[in-house]
């Protein structure tokens, strides 16, 4: 029979190998336990950041960026001018400083709601005026200073309106404030005496403004470009075109404005005619600015594009910026015609190097690579006891009646397990999964049909030797049946190798597991130290994120090492052939 606890614990102290082995392999399951208690992030679960890119297009070829990762802010609006960056989200506003890239941080006043729209202007070189709206019809103006090494943030003022307003714009040095509310009406603000001067109704969704007083230019759904007249609330309504126009921007001193949307569609309006350009391309454009020249509108959308519209010829020219990789907005064409694009978005945090946020990296997806690993050993442990428990049961069984029977039950098992011998692992678990599909069971069925044949092998071959002694002839002469033989003497003297051999089999079957992971045999939805590195290869994170690959490769060679240390310190005691040597 197997030994006891103590004469193992003794054996594994009285060989380093066995030991460390041994204190190797229990750190790996503590880790992989303990650490999921601790470490309490699900493996599924995709991690993202707020992203915002700055890109300085002076062609085609000369593309530069900056980056700026805005964390814990889901952003809802965004204004820029020269200098500043402002973010709005719910209640509170994050100001960036362009030059230094200092940041600041103002929590708003719950009292008057969420935020529902921001504008900022340039009052001066370092002064400027961010304009805020509220859900409870509340205007509050904010003075930003970026004087010194710190951003100073003062509320001037709050005005209240009485209107819900989606979209804000100042104009006239900040003196007179255009929105729009939830209804679509065009309300003028006067700041200064903090009254509503004029309110109209355009009759469409409106999606942008732009103010040229006294004329408010207003585009919207259907293709529909209207100008509100601000002392007169007289409306003059057109339709360029049919599709959705989703912004505007226009030169006051030429009565023009361009406006731009769905599909590339561009609406062109100069001294009281309309006309419109077709493009030819299906992005949609969300964005337009005019260029500090005065002669051109720059136009950005979805996918990177950026167009240069002349309004006066109305011809436009695409520029194919790869570098600008989402949907942009033009923030502020320079005064040298080169342009400044920006995207923003909820980015997915793909193949994040090793940091205190993930200890282990993410993965292309986005997730903790970490949280996989730990999932990933539990799983590939777990495998490898099922198949071991399998694998032992099927060749324990047909090495005892093999070994013990002899003549042609022998040759019979014996010519099966050859044949077994001739079958390939991976060809045939492939082949299972083509027939069946790849999941875990298909993983489970494929290694054990294989590898109980040398399990079985490894008992016959004990199970003969154990018949041969002159105590089981005693006892076949006392006329012992053949069960109770099988059960009684030569099961017990076999057992001790079968199980050193279960150990085995458990570190062969999770390399196993590994390598039809891998290959994309096994189940898509569980996560193993295999499938953790065939998303990697899959993905084509192997070649570019070091840690996607290294770290379950790590953990495979450890699990896999520290079991066959602790079999080959235990391997003199329980084989009988090894004992007699030492």
Not at 561 to 578: C, G, T
Request: glycine letters at 6%.
């Amino acid at each position: 029979m197997i030994g006891s606890i103590p004469k193992i614990l003794k054996e594994l102290k009285s060989d380093r190998m066995g030991f460390i082995g041994l204190a190797m392999l229990i750190s790996i399951v503590l880790f992989s336990v303990v650490g999921s208690l601790i470490y309490n992030v699900d493996p599924d679960t995709v991690f993202f950041d707020n992203v915002f890119r700055i890109y300085f297009i002076e062609d085609e070829s000369n593309v530069e960026s900056v980056t700026i990762e805005i964390q814990n802010l889901n952003i809802s609006f965004i204004d820029i001018e020269p200098g500043i960056l402002v973010f709005g989200s719910g209640e509170l506003i994050k100001i960036i400083d362009l030059d230094g890239y200092r940041e600041k941080t103002v929590e708003l006043s719950s009292d008057l709601g969420m935020l529902t729209s921001l504008d900022v202007i340039r009052a001066d070189t370092d002064k400027y005026l961010i304009y805020l709206s509220f859900e409870r019809g509340v205007i509050s103006v904010f003075e930003a200073l970026l004087l010194g090494a710190d951003i100073s943030v003062s509320n001037t003022r709050n005005i209240e309106v009485n209107y819900l307003l989606k979209q804000i714009k100042a104009a006239d040095n900040g003196d007179v404030l255009v929105g729009v509310d939830i209804n679509n009406r065009i309300i003028f603000i006067d700041l200064d005496t903090q009254t509503i001067k004029a309110v109209a109704n355009v009759g469409f969704e409106v999606n942008s403004i732009s103010a040229c007083l006294p004329n408010i230019y207003v585009a919207g759904a259907g293709g529909y470009l209207a100008i509100v007249n601000a002392e007169t609330s007289k409306v003059a309504m057109y339709r360029p075109i049919y599709e959705e126009l989703l912004s505007i921007d226009t030169l006051c001193d030429q009565n023009t404005a361009v406006a731009v949307g769905k599909f590339g569609s561009i609406a062109i309006y100069r001294d009281g005619k309309i006309s419109s350009i077709v493009t030819g391309i299906v992005e949609d454009l969300y964005d337009v600015k005019y260029s500090k020249d005065r002669k051109l509108f720059i136009a950005g959308g979805k996918d990177g594009a950026v167009l240069e519209i002349d309004p006066f010829k109305e011809t436009f020219y695409m520029l194919d910026i790869d570098a600008v990789d989402s949907d942009i907005k033009i923030l502020l064409p320079l005064k040298d015609r080169s342009i400044i694009a920006a995207s923003f978005g909820t980015y997915v945090r793909a193949l994040k190097p090793p940091s205190i946020d993930h200890p282990f990296g993410t993965t292309y997806y986005g997730r903790d690579l970490l949280a996989q690993v730990l999932e990933g050993i539990r799983t590939s442990l777990f495998i490898g006891l099922v198949i071991a428990l399998a694998v032992e049961a099927i060749g324990f069984l047909i090495g005892l009646v093999s070994g013990y029977f002899g003549g042609k039950v022998d040759r019979l098992t014996t010519s099966i397990i050859n044949f077994m011998y001739s079958i390939p692992l991976e060809p045939f678990a492939i082949m299972l999964a083509i027939i069946y599909r790849p999941s875990l069971t298909t993983v489970i069925v494929a290694i054990t049909l294989l590898i109980w044949r040398t399990t079985a092998r490894i008992i016959r071959s004990q199970v003969i030797q154990v018949s041969n002694t002159p105590m089981i002839e005693s006892v076949r002469a006392l006329g012992a049946s053949h069960i109770r033989i099988l059960l009684k003497h030569v099961a017990p003297a076999v057992m001790p190798l079968a199980l050193l051999d279960f150990a085995t089999v458990i570190a062969y079957a999770i390399l196993a597991e590994s390598t039809l992971s891998f290959l994309g045999v096994g189940s898509q939805e569980l996560y193993t130290l295999g499938n953790i590195l065939n998303r990697a290869r899959i993905t084509g994170a192997w070649r570019e994120a070091w840690w996607t690959t290294l770290i379950p490769g790590v953990f495979i060679t450890l699990i896999v090492l520290s079991i066959y240390m602790v079999i080959r310190s235990l391997e003199k005691i329980y084989n009988p052939r090894l004992s007699t040597q030492f």
